[in-house]
């Protein structure tokens, strides 16, 4: 399907969760001088305004990042602080880096990027999103198929981020097929699966299948906050990490506890 656009969701607490995790995560694996590879399901346009009306219209951003940097949860040196700055910096203070934008301000010449978005508008925005870095490769395809095929990456070394919109309910028998299918061919790479936590609990048996495959370095991290408005279903967001790198854990846990706080 490709009704989903990610700009009125932009900046949400889920993104906040997502986003601060894979930071941290690309963080680390750049600190050692050796290159590597990172690759994206479900790419978005990369670079949101959060003044825009559909951002506005739905109040995501003022009860996500907005509350999030009003409370201090990312002092200046914290990589996704950092990221957020830079983005300012260049676009205005309206300006909100999707995960691809993280990505490539993250990562360094030698190092390769492989991102999926079938939306042809999203597809075309995050092609002008990334041309400044001219670091990534921006496949219009589907994301699924795209971690298949190019799976194990070269370098071998890397991280793929697995974010659907979960708007296909199929989603959550095809994901977890995906990621193991790719850990048993890429059994060195970090895999970040986020979700959403919804009535109904859709994700429950997902992650049940994937913490039964026994896989290496597992990390589940799930938060809870309360809705952006009325009628906003979505009231969590949860991370399935393999092979997690150094140092991750410590930051959900720091994130569980100021997401805590909020209630």
Same mark, same amino acid.
């Given at each position: 399907m490709l009704s989903y656009q990610h700009l009125y969701h932009a900046g949400n607490m889920a993104d906040v969760h997502k986003h601060a995790l894979l930071a941290v995560a690309l963080d680390y694996l750049t600190r050692k001088d050796k290159p590597l590879s990172y690759l994206e399901t479900h790419a978005g346009r990369g670079? #949101? %305004?959060?003044? +825009? !009306?559909? +951002?506005v219209k739905t109040g995501e951003a003022a009860e996500g990042i907005a509350r999030a940097e009003?409370?201090?949860? %990312?002092p200046a040196d914290h990589p996704y602080a950092r =990221?957020?700055?830079q983005t300012r910096a260049l676009h205005g203070a309206s300006a909100y880096p999707g995960s691809p934008l993280i990505a490539a301000q993250s990562l360094r010449p030698g190092d390769v990027a492989h991102l999926a978005e079938l939306h042809p508008r999203e597809h075309e925005a995050l092609v002008a999103a990334l041309a400044p870095h001219g670091l990534a490769q921006v496949h219009r395809e589907d994301g699924v198929q795209m971690a298949l095929s190019r799976t194990p990456p070269t370098p071998r070394r890397g991280l793929m981020l697995v974010d659907p919109s979960y708007e296909v309910k199929d989603d959550y028998d095809a994901i977890p097929r995906m990621i193991l299918s790719v850990h048993r061919k890429w059994n $060195?790479? $970090?895999?970040? &699966?986020? #979700? !959403?936590?919804l009535p109904g609990g859709m994700h429950v048996q997902m992650v049940k299948t994937l913490e039964?495959?026994? &896989? !290496?370095? +597992?990390?589940?991290?799930? $938060?809870? %906050?309360? +809705?952006?408005?009325?009628?906003? =279903?979505?009231t969590g967001s949860g991370m399935f990490i393999v092979n997690a790198p150094w140092g991750l854990a410590d930051e959900a846990d720091r994130l569980s506890g100021l997401f805590k706080a909020l209630r």
């Open positions: 670079l #949101y %305004f959060l003044d +825009a !009306p559909e +951002a009003a409370a201090g949860w %990312f =990221r957020l700055a $060195v790479g $970090v895999l970040m &699966l986020w #979700y !959403p936590i039964a495959a026994g &896989l !290496p370095g +597992a990390l589940r991290h799930e $938060v809870r %906050f309360g +809705a952006a408005r009325e009628g906003h =279903r979505m």
